[in-house]
DNA sequence: TTCTAACCGAGACGGTACGTCTCGTCTTAAT
DNA sequence: ATTAAGACGAGACGTACCGTCTCGGTTAGAA
C-alpha cells in the first residue's frame, strides 16, 4: 500500500512523480469536497493521471488518502520525535493536548483527518496499517514522556501506560469526533488534571468507607 | 426526520408501514453490506416502497439509518431508564462497563453503529440530532450515577460531571471505533480504575512538588 | 429494437424525444467518425441524455444505427413504394440501378451505410432484423416490378425472381462494398444487360459442342 | 504490412518467429471472439510477444488480420492455380461455386474471412491490398477459365470477363455476408444457370418489342 | 358520497462515478 | 538494436445509484 524510497517489490517500474501527484491531489480534494464526494476520477484528473495508475498501485480511495497522510507525516516528522520535558508532568501534557486541540480545530486538517478516521472505522486492515504507521510511532513518543515521569514517582509505577495515553487523549478525539462539546484549551487542561489526579476525592478520609465500604482498594500507592 | 406518534406536521397521510419497512430494510441492510454500500435503491426494493417514498421523509441515508436507530432504541428503552446502584461507585461502573463493552462486540450492532458514527462525524446536523436525541440520554443517565456517588462522597466534589463521563467513555468507545487494541472486561475494569484513582500516586500528595528524587533521571529540571 | 407509434410494449414510458434524438445523433456521429469509433458515449453526450438510456432501450451500437436507418426509411418512404414501369424493363431496371448507384455513392450515406452492411455480417441477431424491416420491403418492390415483366413476357418464367433480384443487385453492393471497381452507372448499364440477356451466345448454333466461331449476339437491340 | 521472404526494407533484424506467433495467434483468436472483440493485447499475450513488436510492424488489427490471411493463403496456394476444365463451362462453374459455396460454410473461416471482408469495407488502403494480394490473382483464375470457354464459343464473345466474374460470384458472397437466404450447392447451381442463360426468354428476341402477348414462354432453349 | 389532493409503487430520465479494459506510447533489462 | 514485459495517460465500456420527474392507482379528509 506504501512506497519507501528504495527496494520494495512495487518500486520496480514506479512513476514516483505520478505517485506524488496523486496522493497530492487526494489530500486537496478531501479537505475541499469531504470524503464522501472524493472520487478516484477526481483525484486522476486533477493528477494528471490515468485512472488505472490508481487502481494499479492502490486498493481504495481510503488507502490513498492513508498514504497521502503518511507522506505528509514523513515530510514534518524528520524534526523532532520527542514530548516536552520541563519535568513537571502535568504542566506538559497540559502543553501538548493544547497543540492537539489546536490542530483537531485547524481547518486545513479537519476534513482530511475525519476522513481518514471514520475510514479506518469500517476498514479493519486500513486501521492496522493506520495502527503500525502512523498511530503506534506517536503512542510511543507518548509513553516515552509517561514513562519518564513514573520514573520519576510523578505516576502511580503500576500504571498501565498504554491506557494512560487512552485516558488522556480519548476525550479530546471523541469530542472532535463526535462533536459532542466545544474543544477548548480549557478542556484540555481538565482532561489532564481529571485524568491525573482521578474522579475519586483525594482525601484520605475513607470516603468509600461510607455507603458500601466493601471494595475498598486501599492497598493501592 | 423523526415522526411522533401523532400531531407532527408530517403525521398527516403518512403510511406508517412503509416507514417502518423503509427503516427495518436500512438497518438489516447496513449490517449487511455496510455504511458505503448501502443504497437507497437498495432500501426502497427492499423495503418494497418506491424511493420517492424515501426521498418524501428524508434528506440522506444518514437520517434514515438514525431513524432506524431511534425507532429500535424506543422499542427497548421503555424499560429502567437508570444504571445500577450498589452502592460502589467503582463496582457499578465496572458493571455497565462491561455491558457496554459486550454491546460494542456484538456483531448484529457493530456495523450500524460504526455506520452511524461515522455519519456523525461528517454531517453536523446529524450530529446534532445524535447528541440530542440519543447521546444526551444516555449521557443524562450516567451523570445521576455519578451524582448519586458524588453525593455519597466517593467522587471528588469538584468534578465536572460530564467530564467524567468522557474519561470513562472515550477510551472504550475509542478502541472500538479505531480499533486500536482489544476491547475486553479487562480493560473496561481498568479503565474504571484509572479514570477512579488517577494516574498520579496516591500515597505522597506532594509528589508533583519535588522531582525526581527517585530512580534517576537527575538531569532534567 | 425498435419502436412503432403505438401500443408496443416497450411504448409504455418511453420518452420519444430522447430515442429521436439519440437516433438522430448516432447517425450524424457515424458518418462524421465511422463506426469503428463511434460510442455509446458520443451518442448519448450528442443526444444530451444519459448512457443508460441509450442501454435501456438497445443492446448494442449496431441496433441503434439500424433504428436511425429505420426512421430514416420510414420518413422518406411514405411516398412511393413501387419502382418505375415505363413497359420496357430492360431501360427500367437501369434507371433503377442507376439509382442505387448514386446512392451508394452519396457521400452522407457512404459510411452510415457500410457500418449497417458491417454490422450485419457479424451480427445474426441485427441480420434477420435488417432483412425483415428494410431488405425484405425493398426486395419484394423490386421482386414486383420484375414480376410485371415476367407476365409481360419479358423475363423467363421459370425464373425465381428473388434469385434474379440478387443477380441484379449483388454485383453493385459488392463493388461498392469491396471497393473492386469503379461503381458507375455505365457499369449498372452492363450488369442489367449481361443479367438479362446470359452470359452465353444467344445463337441458337449448339454453342459448347464447338469452339469460338460464334461470337454472335445479333439479336440484342 | 507485409513480408516477403526476402530483400524487404523491414526484413532487415526481424524475429521470423514472433512474426509467425503473432499471425497465427491473431486468425485463431479471430475465430474465438470475432473481429470487434479482438484486441492487440490479446495477441501479443497469445503469440507471447510484447506489444510493441505488433505496433512496430503493422498499422492496425485489421492489417495484422490480413497478413494472417496472406500467410495461410500462401501455405495451402503452392498447388494448382486453376480452375477445373472439362470442356463444359456450366457444369466446371457450378463445381466451382458448390466449392466456393463450402468454403463460406466452413465454421472454421466463418468469422474470420466476414472479419476481413468486414475491415475491407472501413479501410480503403486495407482494401487496396486485398485487391492486389488475395482478390486479383483469385479473380485472374476464373477470368482465365471464362476466357478459354469464350475462345470454345460457349461464352458471349463481347462479354466483359471481369463483369462475368462478378455476376457469377456477387449473388454467393452477398447471400452469405447479409444472410439474406441459405447458401447452397442448389443455390450456386441457379445462380450459374441464371448468369449464364439470362432472365430473358430465350425464344423470341423480339420479346421486349411488343409486350404481354405471351405469358406462354413454352420453352427454354 | 363524491370530489380532490396527497401519498403510494413503479420506474424512466439526465447524470456522475464506478472499476475494468484496451488503446498506442514510452521505459527498462536482458539478450 | 530488438525483444518481452509492462507502466503510463487516455478514454470508452457497461453497471450502479443518484435525485428528479412523471405515471396510474389508492386513500383520506373536505365538500
Redesign the interface.
Given at each position: 500500500m506504501t512506497k519507501q524510497s528504495k527496494s520494495l517489490p512495487d518500486a520496480g517500474r514506479r512513476n514516483e512523480a505520478s505517485r506524488k501527484a496523486i496522493l497530492t491531489a487526494a489530500f486537496d480534494l478531501v479537505g475541499e469536497v469531504?470524503?464522501?464526494k472524493l472520487s478516484i476520477e477526481a483525484i486522476a484528473a486533477r493528477a494528471g493521471v490515468g485512472k488505472q495508475t490508481i487502481y494499479r498501485w492502490w486498493p481504495s480511495k481510503g488507502t490513498v488518502l492513508f498514504d497521502a497522510f503518511l507522506m505528509l507525516s514523513e515530510d514534518h516528522a524528520s524534526g523532532d520525535p520527542a514530548l516536552p520535558?520541563?519535568?513537571?508532568?502535568?504542566a506538559d501534557l497540559k502543553t501538548v493536548l493544547r497543540a492537539t486541540v489546536d490542530e483537531l480545530n485547524d481547518a486545513r486538517y479537519d476534513e482530511p483527518l475525519?476522513a481518514l478516521?471514520?475510514e479506518?472505522?469500517?476498514d479493519?486492515e486500513l486501521?492496522?496499517a493506520?495502527?503500525e504507521r502512523l498511530?503506534e510511532p506517536m503512542r510511543r513518543i507518548k509513553r516515552d514522556r509517561l514513562r519518564?515521569a513514573q520514573?520519576?514517582?510523578?505516576?502511580?509505577?503500576d500504571?498501565?501506560l498504554?491506557?494512560?495515553v487512552?485516558?488522556l487523549w480519548?476525550?479530546l478525539?471523541?469530542?472532535w469526533?463526535?462533536?459532542?462539546?466545544p474543544l477548548t484549551a480549557e478542556?484540555a487542561d481538565?482532561?489532564v488534571e481529571?485524568?491525573?489526579?482521578?474522579?475519586?476525592?483525594?482525601t484520605e478520609?475513607a470516603?468509600?468507607t461510607?455507603?458500601?465500604q466493601?471494595?475498598g482498594?486501599p492497598s493501592?500507592?
Amino acid at each position: 500500500m506504501t512506497k519507501q524510497s528504495k527496494s520494495l517489490p512495487d518500486a520496480g517500474r514506479r512513476n514516483e512523480a505520478s505517485r506524488k501527484a496523486i496522493l497530492t491531489a487526494a489530500f486537496d480534494l478531501v479537505g475541499e469536497v469531504g470524503f464522501a464526494k472524493l472520487s478516484i476520477e477526481a483525484i486522476a484528473a486533477r493528477a494528471g493521471v490515468g485512472k488505472q495508475t490508481i487502481y494499479r498501485w492502490w486498493p481504495s480511495k481510503g488507502t490513498v488518502l492513508f498514504d497521502a497522510f503518511l507522506m505528509l507525516s514523513e515530510d514534518h516528522a524528520s524534526g523532532d520525535p520527542a514530548l516536552p520535558d520541563t519535568g513537571d508532568i502535568e504542566a506538559d501534557l497540559k502543553t501538548v493536548l493544547r497543540a492537539t486541540v489546536d490542530e483537531l480545530n485547524d481547518a486545513r486538517y479537519d476534513e482530511p483527518l475525519r476522513a481518514l478516521n471514520t475510514e479506518i472505522v469500517h476498514d479493519p486492515e486500513l486501521a492496522a496499517a493506520y495502527a503500525e504507521r502512523l498511530h503506534e510511532p506517536m503512542r510511543r513518543i507518548k509513553r516515552d514522556r509517561l514513562r519518564r515521569a513514573q520514573e520519576a514517582g510523578q505516576l502511580d509505577a503500576d500504571t498501565d501506560l498504554d491506557l494512560a495515553v487512552e485516558l488522556l487523549w480519548s476525550p479530546l478525539l471523541n469530542r472532535w469526533l463526535q462533536r459532542t462539546g466545544p474543544l477548548t484549551a480549557e478542556y484540555a487542561d481538565r482532561v489532564v488534571e481529571a485524568a491525573l489526579h482521578g474522579l475519586r476525592p483525594r482525601t484520605e478520609a475513607a470516603s468509600h468507607t461510607r455507603t458500601g465500604q466493601a471494595a475498598g482498594k486501599p492497598s493501592r500507592g
